[in-house]
């Protein structure tokens, strides 16, 4: 059993930070890309940055030179740094990795979910 347990979210003023954090444990042959992704009430999920494991990113357009995406290899790690924070980033942000279970079995995995509240 593989499992992504996020932390950090919270309440932040707008111009303010947070960080996220996301641990994936269990059987865990290896990690390709993490990432995260949010959803506000009444809209799709979509991508916010994501990282291989070669340390290449790629961001969405609305949070590029505000979020920081990283990850610790050796601890199965990924963080978010979010900076200069807006009521639009207000959201349920969710951790996602594709982890290797077995002989060419990558699965993609889903954290429970951590709230991110910006007011204005």
């Known amino acids: 059993q593989v499992q992504l347990v996020e932390s950090g979210g919270g309440l932040v003023q707008a111009g303010g930070s947070l960080r996220l954090s996301c641990a994936a444990s269990g059987s865990i042959f290896g990690i390709n890309t993490m990432g995260w992704y949010r959803q506000a009430p009444g809209k799709q999920r979509e991508l916010v940055a994501v990282?291989?494991?070669?340390?290449?990113?790629n961001y969405h357009e609305s949070v590029k030179g505000r979020f920081t995406i990283s990850r610790d290899n050796a601890k199965n790690m990924v963080y978010l740094q979010m900076n200069a924070l807006k009521p639009e980033d207000t959201a349920v942000y969710y951790c996602?990795?594709?982890?290797?279970?077995?002989?060419?079995?990558?699965?993609?995995?889903w954290g429970q979910g951590t709230q991110v509240t910006v007011s204005s």
């Open positions: 996602n990795a594709n982890i290797l279970r077995g002989y060419s079995l990558w699965i993609d995995y």
């Open positions: 990282v291989d494991n070669g340390g290449s990113t």
